[in-house]
């Protein structure tokens, strides 16, 4: 089996800087894409960023130029470092894997983070 452990949220003012980080342990083969994802109270999970196994990263326009998503291949975690927050980043972000298990496995499996709160103050 694979898990997918969060770290970093908690509550900042508005202009503050957060740092997720997110390891994957167990079963794993290769990882394709990393990526997190927000859902705020009473709305969609919607993408934040993601970031392949080389350097091609994909961000939401609404966090671009305030977001930067990195990644460790040797250390299968994922980082998410968010500067000026606002109150609408206010989320639980999800950590999300797609990877596979082993090398005769034909097609990847999604796996998500339990979820940490990131609350942003005005």
């Known amino acids: 089996q694979v898990q997918l452990v969060e770290s970093g949220g908690g509550l900042v003012q508005a202009g503050g800087s957060l740092r997720l980080s997110c390891a994957a342990s167990g079963s794993i083969f290769r990882i394709n894409v990393m990526g997190w994802y927000r859902q705020a109270p009473g709305k969609q999970r919607e993408l934040v960023a993601t970031?392949?196994?080389?350097?091609?990263?994909n961000y939401a326009d609404s966090v671009k130029g305030r977001f930067t998503i990195s990644r460790d291949n040797a250390k299968n975690t994922v980082y998410l470092q968010m500067n000026n927050l606002k109150p609408e980043d206010t989320a639980v972000y999800y950590c999300?894997?797609?990877?596979?298990?082993?090398?005769?496995?034909?097609?990847?499996?999604?796996?998500w983070g339990q979820g940490t709160q990131v609350t942003v103050s005005s």
């Open positions: 999300n894997a797609n990877l596979l298990m082993t090398w005769f496995q034909v097609t990847p499996y999604d796996y």
């Open positions: 970031i392949t196994s080389g350097t091609d990263r």
